[in-house]
């Protein structure tokens, strides 16, 4: 700055783009540790989008063309209206398929709500499709559920419940967040559960048969 004599201090004038960056410095850096945050709870990038695409894609095929000839199936014959059970094989594997697919889907959504709704969920509290291992683990209880049912040994699903929750329950979280996070993991396997039932419903009602007839 200079002086009246002549001589200018050691203090330059500020220019406009210093007074920028001095009103913008607080909001960036508000930016940065929010951003951070939002990071440091979210799942890591997964390698291999190619397989994890054709995983999803093969399991959403297989649930809309397995639940589109159920519905066919029961909608063209009466009850009791199907051949031996050497002959309908193909009924009982889409049965079984659209039982391991088909809830994964409802199970996302349901699983996306409850995040969305819940304040005390934690961020990322459920991840996304074939990245969880969870889902995998449902592609291949679902069957067994059924299979339990339709063979008379529905406590075999009590039992696996039972390990599946000791399991299930998540340890050092804030106790507010722990039964949140818990009660997400039960309302998934929930609604996994239900598309167990309606699996066993329509084996009914297709008049499939089971040990018991």
Known sequence: MDRPDGKTTGHPTPTV??????HLAPAIDSLVVA??????????????HRLLWWVTALAGCVAFASTIGLAL?????????WPAASDNWWLKVTLFA?????????????AWLAEKL?????????????RNIG????????????????GGYAQFIGVWFLFKGIAGYR?????TQARRTFQLF??????????VALGWLAWNLLGLPTPRH
């Open 186 to 195: 039960l309302l998934n396997n929930a609604v996994s559960l239900g598309g």
């Open 17 to 22: 783009q210093d007074t920028v960056l001095d």
């Open 35 to 48: 951003l951070e945050g939002r990071l440091a709870g979210a799942p890591a990038p997964t390698k291999h």
């Open 98 to 110: 659209a039982v391991a697919t088909a809830p994964h889907f409802l199970v996302e959504r349901f």
């Open 135 to 150: 889902a995998y683990v449902g592609l291949f209880e679902r069957p067994l559920f059924l299979g339990a049912l339709v």
């Open 118 to 130: 819940s304040p005390d969920l934690p961020p990322h509290a459920h991840v996304r499709g074939f």
């Open 171 to 175: 340890v050092g979280l804030p106790a």
């Open 73 to 81: 199936a029961a909608w063209l014959a009466p009850r009791n209206a």
